[in-house]
């Protein structure tokens, strides 16, 4: 009989992991309380709790004039406009990543130029970005990865000299700082995910920190249909004038849901930034475990997920069938996003939309190479739930066990996997 659970064994772990989102008496008054008060919508945006949650949100991250919305897809597209990018403008994206950064800027008529990433760190490679630029580059989005910082020194150092917009996707890195400064204050916007398995949620939803009161007055007349608003994203100015706008508000029931989650957030920030550490020391004693190099100009790390590699020599297999074995003892585990130029739903001919039609030099995605990134979402990243944090000592133990278990096993899995391979 194997030891491991994928070929029959018994799992590491019986009991799941503890859900997500959490939630007790708190979020219940709040919604509660908005429905009581006949203001469930975001119009006249923005409404009571959502310009709290603007509030509160910017002083979460040090910073910024920040904008709700409803997700952190249209965040991006909305920076892109506000900054007057659009069509053929070219908006250097890294290459990992879920595919709402690519797709954000095409949404704004820009073409996203996807770029290697480091392959110590897993986000946006300065070098690659400079090898990158042409007289169209207008802007960079730089993607804070599961737990990881992009170089921000080196990007704002670049933007500069090249009077470029920077826009931080931030989807994972609520809490998480650089050198002191948080995470979507640098760039001239940082975008927010409020989606449900984003770590501050409200179901669904998005924040945009803009650097100027009037990138943020531009950012709210965006997403209310264009009527024009005050400077910092205040309430609407009937003495402005119109932008090309749709509706993207955010309803009050969802901030008032993420207003409680900023209550939440402190302390368990702090759990997983002890949590983490714990699994930093017990993972890199497992052979052929990568952990991420850790900038020490990191200085807040934030836990969308927990990220590490694997060599798949050591493991003689790659990420994926290590994860489903993983997911077999009971541990959630995943083996991460498709690389941006392996993305098919770009090409032209599959997503019929206008940039990939009117700009197919970009999407030639078979006559592109991008090493880091390939082998990263190809062979060696795996991604760790958060769950596993919240356990505890016990949650980080038993996710390290299951590991050291595979490691252990790793030629019978690995002749397993052949075989399944070679009857497929
Ligand atoms: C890196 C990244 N960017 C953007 C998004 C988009 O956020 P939303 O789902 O709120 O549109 C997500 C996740 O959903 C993400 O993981």
């Known amino acids: 009989m194997s030891e491991l659970a994928l070929l029959g064994g018994s799992p590491t772990r019986t009991e799941p992991y503890p859900e997500w989102p959490v939630w007790d008496q708190r979020d219940i008054d709040a919604v509660t309380e908005v429905v009581k008060s006949g203001r469930w919508g975001g119009y006249p945006f923005p409404g009571p709790k959502t310009e709290l949650l603007a509030k509160k949100f910017s002083e979460l991250q040090g910073g910024g004039y920040a904008v709700p919305m409803i997700n952190g897809t249209v965040t991006m597209e909305v920076a892109c406009r506000a900054a007057g990018i659009g069509w053929g403008d070219e908006v250097i994206v890294p290459a990992y990543t879920f595919q709402a950064t690519a797709a954000a800027p095409m949404a704004a008529g820009a073409i996203p130029v996807i770029v290697d990433v480091d392959p110590l760190t897993y986000c946006l490679d300065p070098k690659a970005v400079e090898k990158a630029l042409t007289p169209k580059t207008r802007a960079i989005i730089v993607v804070h990865l599961g737990h990881q910082m992009t170089d921000m020194d080196a990007i704002l150092a670049i933007a500069e000299k090249h009077d470029l917009i920077v826009i931080e996707d931030c989807a994972h890195a609520h809490g998480a700082k650089w050198r002191g400064r948080g995470a979507g204050t640098m760039g001239h916007f940082g975008s927010f995910s409020l989606q449900s398995s984003k770590i501050l949620t409200s179901g669904e939803g998005g924040i945009l920190l803009c650097r100027t009161p009037e990138l943020a007055a531009k950012a709210a007349s965006i997403i209310d249909c264009g009527r024009p608003h005050a400077l910092g994203g205040g309430p609407e100015d009937y003495s402005g004038e119109y932008l090309m706008g749709s509706n993207y508000r955010l309803s009050e029931l969802q901030a008032a849901l993420a207003l409680v989650g900023i209550e939440r957030f402190p302390a368990q920030a702090k759990m997983r930034e002890e949590m983490a550490a714990y699994m930093d020391e017990s993972l890199s004693e497992v052979p052929g475990v990568r952990v991420l190099k850790r900038d020490p100009r990191h200085t807040a790390r934030s836990f969308y997920r927990y990220v590490f590699a694997i060599d798949p020599q050591q493991f003689g297999v ?56 390939e082998r990263a979402c190809q062979h060696e990243a795996v991604w760790l739930d958060e769950a596993i944090f919240r356990l505890g000592q016990k949650g980080v133990d038993d996710a390290v066990k299951a590991i050291s278990k595979i490691q252990q096993n790793a030629k019978e ?9 070679e009857n497929e």
């Open 413 to 421: 899995l690995a002749e397993a996997a052949k075989k399944f391979r």
């Open 318 to 373: 790659e990420h994926d069938v290590l994860c489903a074995a993983m997911r077999a003892e009971g541990v959630d585990c995943w083996e991460g996003y498709e690389a941006m130029h392996h993305y098919t739903l770009f090409q032209p001919q599959k997503s019929r939309l206008a940039v990939p039609n009117a700009f197919p030099e970009y999407f030639q995605f078979d006559q592109m190479s991008l090493p880091a990134a």
